[in-house]
Nanobody, 126 residues
């Protein structure tokens, strides 16, 4: 298990931006492909962005393409999600997770992910 901590959530108006960060002070993240998920009340948890271990491959869910960017800084043991042009529909708890061995960047099977952070709330007001 990798101990992950998300930060950067908050309340923002529609059209605004937030930058989420996922880090671990205890475990190296650089060997893992990573994903950012979100879960809105009453909805299933969904993958919004994924990145491979080196950062050379990324994938975004269709509804966030052109607005969100996933990146990583392995030297700082962090994976980031830059969220621009936020919409009320983006309101959710956002989680980062490590992918299991054999994961293919872009696959959206939640069981492909092993360790999870505690989540950070993002609320977008209209």
């Amino acid at each position: 298990q990798v101990h992950l901590v998300e930060s950067g959530g908050g309340l923002v108006q529609a059209g605004g931006s937030l930058r989420l960060s996922c880090s671990s002070s205890r475990d190296p993240m650089s060997v893992y492909d990573m994903g950012w998920f979100r879960q809105a009340p009453g909805k299933e948890r969904e993958l919004v962005a994924s990145i491979n271990w080196s950062g050379s491959a990324t994938d975004l869910e269709d509804s966030v393409k052109g607005r969100f960017t996933i990146s990583r800084d392995n030297a700082r043991n962090a994976v980031n999600l830059q969220m621009d042009s936020l919409k009320p529909d983006d309101t959710a708890v956002y989680y980062c997770a490590t992918a299991r061995l054999g994961y293919v960047c872009g696959d959206r099977i939640i069981n492909d992910f092993g360790s999870w952070g505690q989540g950070t709330q993002v609320t977008v007001s209209s």
